[in-house]
């Protein structure tokens, strides 16, 4: 990170502004598309300024946990394509990737809007495991918004495949999709300084002093948190950036349809 | 008997066979295969006498003597420091070089120059296996404080700079901000927060359109139109230097 970027930054932000003039609190232009994958149960783009993330849902019958006899599961991996960014090698996923994959798995996961109990078709033997795959085509910042919204939006439009006699045949679609109670969304909020930020871009992220990632229901409840970033925050800070984060998945939340 | 493929102006992409025969002899961006004239880059064809050359149109910047560049400092050691010029190789700024002072042997040169500061400087020499000399001493060489760094494509700097500079001092005047460019594609550039915008906003469209004919026109008139926003109340959110 160079020092005069860095201080540019936060001389711009006294100005409440930023390096492409947007507001602190303002997205770039968001746009969301749904089944763009036709061999997926279900799938989403989401083009965030220049960040471009697809991800991926497919369905496997499996034996369930012995923990949880009775429910299936989600997975989620994400992969960073080495073409989506200078920085993103090839080889088994790095920190970045798990810690993307986990963001999003959290989010859902923990919001308890999907529930697991419904995914088991036989206790003990046989449940739907769903898999979320996060692929990133350009990385131009704030990867974590981008593919929480599109695992989300992928997850809402998903429609299970035809399943007789223990085998799935992945060709014929059934009508029936996931049963969402609710749509969780994660918010990354930024602190640099002593400013608050949302939606950073690759140069701004280069930046960071702290990141906190909320997720959050439409009733504003609380579902997961994960803090980044290399200093620590007061707990001011965060209630202030938990609120910021719920504010803007509002905002988000009209998206997914 | 030689045949040459090509039209002044075409466009052609590596690998591509430009012309056939001993007649023509390979320019810039060109290399002979046996019998053939190849294309080693994506370019224009120059038909020059019967030397065929291209002009890059991507790549990355390759660095000439007495080019003007911005660079990165990277490392710093015992006789002076490390450079990135945004290009395959790295340059040396050497303490003879950086400054007239008398600098007293074992000192701390990060107080001069430190990681991660960017400079502007000048090459002095390139040998023949690519490793680069700059020099400080020289008319608006400097540390470089403030402002921002964007990059573009160094094949667009020509484009970008215009003839005698006027492309660049036409968006100076218009956005009220400094900017340098370097030959090796960083640009910085410093002033209020809109006028900034604009510079980058209208770069990254000279940028894009660098090819086409009819560029300081349009750029005049991305200019002029967007210009009214940033000159309201313009003194008051000018960031102080």
């Known amino acids: 990170m160079s020092n005069i970027l860095r201080e540019h930054i936060i001389k711009l932000f006294e100005?409440?502004?930023?390096?492409?003039?947007?507001?602190?609190?303002?997205?770039?232009?968001?746009?969301?598309?749904?089944?763009?994958?036709?061999?997926?149960?279900?799938?989403?783009?989401?083009?965030?300024?220049?960040?471009?993330?697809?991800?991926?849902?497919?369905?496997?019958?499996?034996?369930?946990?012995?923990?949880?006899?009775?429910?299936?599961?989600?997975?989620?991996?994400?992969?960073?394509?080495?073409?989506?960014?200078?920085?993103?090698?090839?080889?088994?996923?790095?920190?970045?990737?798990?810690?993307l994959a986990r963001i999003v798995d959290r989010g859902i996961r923990e919001s308890k809007c999907l529930d697991f109990k419904k995914l088991c078709i036989k206790e003990g033997?046989?449940?739907?495991?769903?898999?979320?795959?996060?692929?990133?085509?350009?990385?131009?910042?704030?990867?974590?918004?981008?593919?929480?919204?599109?695992?989300?939006?992928?997850?809402?439009?998903?429609?299970?495949?035809?399943?007789?006699?223990?085998?799935?045949?992945?060709?014929?679609?059934?009508?029936?999709?996931?049963?969402?109670?609710?749509?969780?969304?994660?918010?990354?909020?930024?602190?640099?300084?002593?400013?608050?930020?949302?939606?950073?871009?690759?140069?701004?992220?280069?930046?960071?002093?702290?990141?906190?990632?909320?997720?959050s229901l439409s009733d504003g409840t609380l579902c997961a948190m994960q803090k980044g970033g290399d200093y620590p925050l007061t707990a001011e800070d965060v209630s202030k950036m938990v609120d910021i984060g719920v504010e803007k998945g509002k905002e988000l939340r009209k998206l997914v349809k | 008997m030689s045949k040459i493929n090509v039209k002044d102006k075409d466009i052609v992409v590596p690998g591509e066979v430009l012309a056939v025969g001993m007649d023509s002899f390979p320019g810039i961006g060109t290399y002979r295969g046996g019998e053939n004239i190849i294309s080693a880059m994506l370019g224009l064809v120059q038909l020059d006498g019967r030397t065929i050359k291209l002009i890059p149109l991507s790549g990355r910047y390759i660095p000439k003597k007495y080019d003007t560049i911005i660079c990165k400092v990277t490392d710093v050691n015992m006789s002076g420091w490390r450079l990135d010029i945004n290009s395959p190789y790295s340059a040396m700024l050497s303490m003879k070089e950086a400054t007239s002072q008398f600098i007293v042997r074992g000192a701390d040169l990060t107080k001069f120059y430190d990681i991660g500061d960017y400079v502007v400087c000048k090459i002095i020499n390139v040998t023949s296996q690519k490793l680069i000399d700059v020099t400080m001493k020289g008319m608006g060489l400097r540390k470089l404080k403030g402002g921002r760094i964007i990059n573009v494509a160094s094949n667009k700097v020509p484009r970008l700079v215009g003839k005698q500079g006027s492309m660049v001092s036409m968006i100076k005047d218009a956005t009220k901000c400094d900017i340098m460019v370097g030959q090796n594609g960083l640009i910085w550039i410093n002033g209020g927060p809109e006028g900034e915008l604009l510079a980058v906003n209208s770069i990254r469209k000279i940028e894009q359109e660098s090819h086409l004919s009819g560029l300081t026109d349009r750029i005049k008139e991305f200019l002029d139109k967007n210009k009214p926003k940033f000159t309201n109340d313009n003194n008051e959110k000018t960031i102080k230097k």
Do not use: C, H
């Open chain 1, 125 to 215: 033997e046989k449940v739907w495991m769903i898999i979320i795959d996060i692929v990133t085509i350009n990385d131009a910042g704030n990867l974590p918004d981008a593919s929480a919204l599109a695992a989300i939006a992928a997850l809402k439009n998903m429609k299970f495949p035809e399943y007789k006699d223990d085998k799935i045949d992945y060709k014929k679609k059934t009508s029936k999709g996931l049963d969402l109670k609710d749509i969780p969304l994660s918010v990354t909020v930024i602190k640099i300084g002593d400013k608050f930020i949302v939606d950073p871009d690759s140069d701004e992220e280069k930046a960071i002093d702290a990141r906190l990632t909320v997720a």
């Open chain 1, 15 to 99: 100005a409440n502004t930023r390096l492409d003039g947007r507001e602190l609190d303002e997205y770039r232009k968001i746009s969301l598309d749904v089944d763009v994958i036709n061999t997926a149960e279900g799938s989403a783009r989401v083009l965030l300024g220049e960040t471009d993330v697809i991800v991926g849902v497919k369905v496997e019958v499996m034996e369930p946990y012995p923990d949880t006899p009775d429910q299936g599961s989600i997975m989620v991996g994400a992969e960073l394509l080495p073409l989506s960014n200078p920085d993103f090698e090839l080889g088994p996923p790095g920190q970045e990737a798990i810690e």
